[in-house]
Structure formats: structure tokens, C-alpha cells
């Protein structure tokens, strides 16, 4: 009886919530936020990667070409340092919106679980309808088969 009404009072609380109709907003989201979602959006793209690949190929052509005025000889020593730069920045923007994608992941898991147990207990609860509807039918069932039993013999002895 105790994990009847406890769980009554669950399923009071998710009809309340209604899970399936909440929108997955992980906190407020601030400037930063914001920014590594942007980052990762433009880095995560064949965009960045052709844009990237062809200022790569420019900046290569223009110093093995331009022999007399090359601002960065081979071994591209300056090319290095700024390709450097720009992974020890993108490594943690991406591992930030990893982080926040995450978290976002383990509402919607949550959300989905509470969808479910709902789901779970209004069915329990639809089984326990159905099963005192059956049983109110037999009885009801029984009563007329004995009414009609006590009838027939109450008029074999007349």
C-alpha cells in the first residue's frame, strides 16, 4: 500500500511537470558559452577546413615563390607558431562546448527518463482500472448466473 501511494504521488508530480512538454535549457547561458558554441560551429566545418586549406596553400606558394621578399622561409617557422596558437585556443573552446553538450545530453536523459516512468505509471495505473472493471464484471456476471440458477429452481418447485 505504501509504494502505491508513493508512487500516486510521483505520478501527481510528473502530470504536474509535464517533462514531455519541457524545453532543455541548461542554465543561462553566458557570453563564453556562447562564443565556444560559435567557435566550435565554424571549426566543426568543411568551410573552416577549405577557407583554412586554401590561406594554407597561399601563404605556402607566396613564400617558396617569392623568394626575395618570403617573410617566413622555409620550414615556415611563423606558420608553425600561428598553427600552434590556434590549436592551444580551439583545443579547450571545443572541450568547453563538449562540456556543455554534455550536460545538455544528461537533461534530455533525464527528461526522457521521467517521460518514461510517467508513461509507466499511468499504464500501471490504467491496468489497475481495467482489472477492477474486470473484477466488478465477474461479480456482476455471478450474481445474475445465481439470480437466474435461484429463479429456474424456484420454478422447477412450483
Known amino acids: 500500500m505504501h509504494k502505491h501511494l508513493?508512487?500516486?504521488?510521483?505520478l501527481k508530480k510528473?502530470?504536474?511537470?509535464?517533462?514531455?512538454h519541457q524545453k532543455i535549457d541548461s542554465k543561462k547561458t553566458t557570453v563564453g558559452m556562447r562564443v565556444a558554441d560559435a567557435v566550435v560551429a565554424t571549426v566543426g566545418s568543411w568551410r573552416f577546413i577549405i577557407i583554412q586549406s586554401i590561406l594554407l596553400i597561399l601563404w605556402l606558394a607566396a613564400?617558396?615563390?617569392?623568394?626575395?621578399?618570403?617573410?617566413d622561409p622555409y620550414?615556415?617557422?611563423l606558420l608553425n607558431?600561428?598553427?600552434?596558437?590556434q590549436a592551444a585556443y580551439t583545443a579547450p573552446?571545443?572541450?568547453?562546448?563538449?562540456?556543455?553538450q554534455s550536460e545538455i545530453d544528461r537533461m534530455k536523459a533525464q527528461q526522457?527518463?521521467?517521460?518514461?516512468l510517467k508513461a509507466e505509471l499511468e499504464i500501471e495505473l490504467l491496468h489497475e482500472k481495467i482489472d477492477l472493471m474486470r473484477d466488478q464484471e465477474i461479480a456482476r456476471l455471478t450474481r445474475l448466473v445465481e439470480e437466474l440458477g435461484a429463479a429456474l429452481i424456484e420454478k422447477k418447485s412450483s
Open 112 to 116: 526522457d527518463y521521467d517521460v518514461n
Open 81 to 85: 607558431l600561428m598553427l600552434s596558437f
Open 63 to 71: 613564400n617558396i615563390f617569392g623568394w626575395i621578399k618570403a617573410w
Open 14 to 20: 510528473l502530470r504536474h511537470s509535464k517533462p514531455a
Open 75 to 77: 620550414p615556415f617557422i
Open 93 to 100: 573552446i571545443i572541450m568547453m562546448a563538449q562540456n556543455r
Open 6 to 10: 508513493v508512487e500516486n504521488e510521483l
